[in-house]
């Protein structure tokens, strides 16, 4: 079975928010220059539950706790990836991005989001898309 079938892997993506209502956008170093703003995003680890990547990444990233949500996507993506996508909130933590992926970390206000950002997470943040 494991020679005949993909081997996938599991991006998952955090539209995390804080009591304001803000998302929290990352300008990442390694993305494209056109499109460097995003939400948290990384891949999850064998054995890991999705919702605690979120955590995970979120953390690795910006020093921010954050408590996973309800699920919001869930797809196959590009190539061999399965996309999944969580809401999450806020809950503590002090802002230190991780300068080897991060350039930048703000909260922005879902009708304000930045030029240079990903259609699909637009889309995300406005509650467009579904499992």
């Known amino acids: 079975m494991w020679l005949a079938?993909?081997?996938f892997t599991v991006?998952?993506?955090?539209v995390v928010r804080n009591d304001a209502g803000q998302v929290l956008l990352l300008k990442h170093r390694l993305w494209s220059p056109e499109?460097?703003?995003?939400?948290?995003?990384?891949?999850?680890?064998?054995g890991e539950e999705f919702p605690d990547t979120v955590v995970r990444e979120v953390k690795e990233e910006t020093?921010?706790?954050?408590?996973?949500?309800?699920?919001?996507r869930l797809r196959s993506g590009y190539r061999l990836r399965v996309?999944?996508?969580?809401?999450?909130?806020?809950?503590?933590?002090?802002l230190r991005i991780d300068?080897?992926?991060?350039?930048?970390?703000?909260w922005f206000a879902a009708?304000?989001?930045?030029e240079g950002?990903?259609?699909?997470h637009r889309q995300l943040i406005r509650g467009e898309t579904s499992v």
């Open 35 to 46: 499109r460097p703003w995003g939400l948290p995003t990384g891949f999850a680890v064998a």
């Open 63 to 72: 020093g921010l706790d954050v408590r996973p949500g309800r699920l919001v």
């Open 5 to 7: 079938h993909a081997k």
């Open 11 to 14: 991006g998952v993506t955090g």
């Open 83 to 94: 996309e999944v996508a969580y809401e999450a909130r806020y809950v503590g933590g002090e």
């Open 111 to 114: 009708d304000a989001l930045p």
């Open 99 to 106: 300068p080897f992926e991060i350039l930048e970390a703000r």
């Open 117 to 120: 950002m990903q259609e699909l």
